[in-house]
Each structure stands twice: as C-alpha cells, then as structure tokens.
T-cell receptor, first 112, second 112 residues
C-alpha cells in the first residue's frame, strides 16, 4: 500500500510555479521521498528524490519539511508539457526496489 | 537512442494463449523490473531482478515468469492468458537495486 497522500488533481497556469504537495506522516528514518511523473500513454519518468535536505535538479525542486512528514515538489515554470500524473513515493533503501509503490498520484493540468 | 525499449507496443491475443513481451535496456544497468498498470491506472511491481537475485511480488500468478538471457534484457512470459491480464506492462531498469528507475514506453496487452 502506498504510504503517501496526494490531492487527486491540481491546475496550474503556464509559466507559473506548480507546487505539488505530498503527505507522508508515517515515514521512517531510513525512507527516501521519490517523485515520478507519467505523461499520458508513456512510462513513468523519474524526477527527483531526497532524504531530509531540500533538493534541486534541472527538472524540479523538492522541499521536505523538517519533521519529514510532508514534502512539496516544485516545478518552477510549468509548461503545457508538464501536464501529467505526479507520484510521490516513500521507500526504504536495500529492498530490491520493491517498495517503489505507486499510489493514485496527482493529476496536474497546466493551462495556457 | 532509446534507453529502455519494449516490444511489442500492442499485443492482442486470445484467452489461453502463451505470449512474451521483450525488454531491453542500453543503460548498462544491473537491475530490471516489470510493472503492471491496470485499468484504474495503478502501477504495481511484479518482479525485480539482477544477476544475483529475483524478487517476486507474491500476488503475481505463477503463469507470469521473467527470463533474462543477459544483463540488458528481461523478458516477460505469460502462460494461459486470462481476461484479467489485460493491462499495460512496463519494463524498467536502475543502476542498482535502489536507484531511481528508468521506464520503457509500455506494452498494452489485450486478452479477448
């Protein structure tokens, strides 16, 4: 079972920042927060992950609260191509990748 | 260059048949996976595999079997296909068991 809670859908205006929240109140100390997205009819795409520090890469930023019970994925300048389902996943290390459990995700609509 | 490729993209077959889906990755990764995405769009892991270890999701029927001729390939064999096997199947790979995963484009299987 997924250990995260995400809103089912969100809208964002093109060019604005998209802030996607994720609650993971039962996260354990050895669990990472991962974000993937799935654009319609494609395979999931890795975005970013973190343990407790904020992370940034060319795609997005990940803000994790100090108590690690929630996080926010930030797409700084959303484009129409960012319309997708975004999945927040928490999983421990050394599990054979087996705990990469996808929930329902958040369907992000970027509008012109 | 396609990082993770799957063939065929679409597969339509009759109940009771045996079929295979092929997966190849050219990323030099050690670990590969198979996922099933059902009609409700939930992604569920079926197998994770590297040269040393196969981990099987216990909910997967033994009609499904992964076969790896070499490190770059992980094929999925399905025997005695059933209507409920209709889904999109995704192959993925990662450098090691616990890194971010790279997904293929998916194979849409329809069992009639």
């Amino acid at each position: 079972d997924a250990k995260t809670t995400q809103p089912p859908s969100m809208d964002c205006a093109e060019g604005r920042a998209a802030n996607l929240p994720c609650n993971h109140s039962t996260i354990s100390g050895n669990e990472y927060v991962y974000w993937y997205r799935q654009i319609h009819s494609q395979g999931p795409q890795y975005i970013i992950h973190g343990l407790k520090n904020n992370e940034t890469n060319e795609m997005a930023s990940l803000i994790i609260t100090e108590d690690r019970k929630s996080s926010t994925l930030i797409l700084p300048h959303a484009t129409l191509r960012d319309t997708a389902v975004y999945y927040c996943i928490v999983r421990p290390v050394n599990t054979g990748g087996f705990k990469t459990i996808f929930g329902a995700g958040t369907r992000l609509f970027v509008k012109a | 260059d396609t990082a993770v490729s799957q063939t065929p993209k679409y597969l339509v077959t009759q109940m009771g048949n045996d079929k295979s889906i092929k997966c190849e990755q050219n990323l030099g990764h050690d670990t590969m996976y198979w996922y099933k995405q059902d009609s409700k769009k939930f992604l569920k892991i079926m197998f994770s595999y590297n040269n040393k270890e196969l981990i099987i999701n216990e909910t997967v029927p033994n009609r499904f079997s992964p076969k790896s001729p070499d490190k770059a390939h992980l094929n999925l064999h399905i025997n005695s296909l059933e209507l409920g096997d209709s889904a999109v199947y995704f192959c993925a790979s990662s450098p090691y068991f616990d890194n971010e995963q790279f997904f293929g484009p998916g194979t849409r299987l329809t069992v009639l």
